[in-house]
């Protein structure tokens, strides 16, 4: 059984600030900033408002204040990263490579850009690379959410098939974050596969005790009751996740079963 359970951490700032020059007064004059600052303001507030239009899900806006953002700076991170993000969602996956390589090339050590990208190779089925680049992210001692790395680098050793290194990689992201989802789903995912179906079903009730119902753990959550052999546990599952995510990937292989 294999599942997606990754999770994409991006953080940028959301603050809005004024563009161009400052006017001066006779009483406090005000320094006008060189052109270089400006066109980096002005990437930063173009990645904001890309950023924002992205999570209404206005992708064609977003896009194009992402496309003036790198005008303004081909170099900022953070705008490569939201860009990536954005054509991953519309499954432009060759652009959304390139943004996400180009964000680790800027930032060679960047704890999340190196997770970002790793994450974006796992899901293409490109494991050993990806471990590198989550190995990248966990080097950096600024990297302030470690878990998150941890927790999809165990997720994609799941997928490689290495399922005592996933193991021990999710128990160390679960030590430094109880709470981390993704992590609680991809163990789950572990233990069914070891044949420890109740410590499997343990973990999922945490895992939708804070993330909810997804097609991922509805799936896991309907293997895990047939192999405890309750069938109306099963049907539940399985009910669920026809009705609320018909055209997911989990539920067309639950149809495809009979």
Do not use: W
């Not at 940028?12 to 980096?40: M, W």
């Amino acid at each position: 059984m294999r599942h997606k359970s990754f999770l994409l951490g991006i953080a940028i700032a959301a603050s809005s600030l004024l563009l161009g020059g400052c006017g001066n007064t006779a009483s406090s004059p005000v320094k006008k900033e060189d052109p270089k600052t400006q066109r980096q303001e002005a990437a930063r507030v173009h990645t904001e408002l890309g950023q924002k239009y992205l999570q209404q899900g206005k992708s064609e806006i977003a896009l194009e204040k992402l496309n003036k953002a790198l005008e303004f700076d081909p170099d900022y991170v953070d705008a490569h990263t939201v860009i990536a993000v954005l054509y991953e969602s519309i499954n432009d996956k060759a652009k959304a490579e390139e943004h996400y390589r180009r964000a680790v090339q800027l930032k060679p050590k960047g704890g999340a850009e190196n997770n970002n990208y790793g994450r974006f190779l796992c899901m293409q089925g490109r494991y050993g690379e990806a471990e590198d680049y989550f190995k990248k992210a966990l080097a950096d001692p600024f990297y302030d959410t470690p878990a998150l790395a941890m927790s999809n680098a165990g997720s994609c050793l799941l997928h490689a098939g290495k399922r005592d290194e996933a193991e021990d990689m999710l128990r160390k992201a679960l030590t430094v974050n109880p709470n981390d989802a993704g992590a609680l789903l991809s163990m789950g995912g572990v233990l069914y596969e070891k044949g420890e179906y109740l410590n499997a079903r343990g973990f999922l009730q945490r895992y939708e005790a804070i993330a909810g119902a997804q097609p991922a753990s509805l799936l896991l959550g309907r293997n895990i009751e047939l192999r405890m052999g309750n069938a109306s546990g099963a049907s539940e599952y399985s009910r669920k996740l026809l009705r609320n995510f018909p055209q997911s990937p989990e539920a067309v292989s639950l149809n495809a079963q009979g």
